[in-house]
């Protein structure tokens, strides 16, 4: 099963910008679906982002559309999110995570339940 391993989270101030990185550990090739999550204390892990691989079929939650940009650099094993003008409502813990299934189509990837291999998490804090 492929591990993920993100990084790039911090502290910013609101309308600040963060860039995660999630670097996996083989290849992740066209077909397959990768996404970026976030969990709120208190909250249920909801699913902010997704790629579709191969195709650049992205998806994102209300919550985050316009400002954030989810991207795979395929060469580099690594997938980002790219935060922009985030407030506080952003800050949570941010995983990344991988669907093992290959050529499932992009509305699979729009679904927490079908991902299966989970990296540690990253901490996002925006103070006001």
Known sequence: QV??????GGSVQTGGSLRLSC???????SGF????????????REEIASIYTGFGVTAYADSVKG?????????????????????????????CAAASARWPGNAYCQSRENF???GQGTRVTVSS
Do not use: H
């Open 3 to 8: 591990q993920l391993e993100e990084s790039g």
């Open 23 to 29: 670097v996996t550990s083989e290849y992740i090739d």
């Open 33 to 44: 679906c990768l996404g970026w999550f976030r969990q709120a204390p208190g909250k249920e």
């Open 67 to 95: 400002r954030f940009t989810i991207s795979q650099d395929k060469d580099k094993k690594t997938l980002y999110l790219q935060a922009n003008s985030l407030n506080p409502e952003d800050t949570a813990m941010y995983y």
């Open 116 to 118: 299966d291999a989970w």
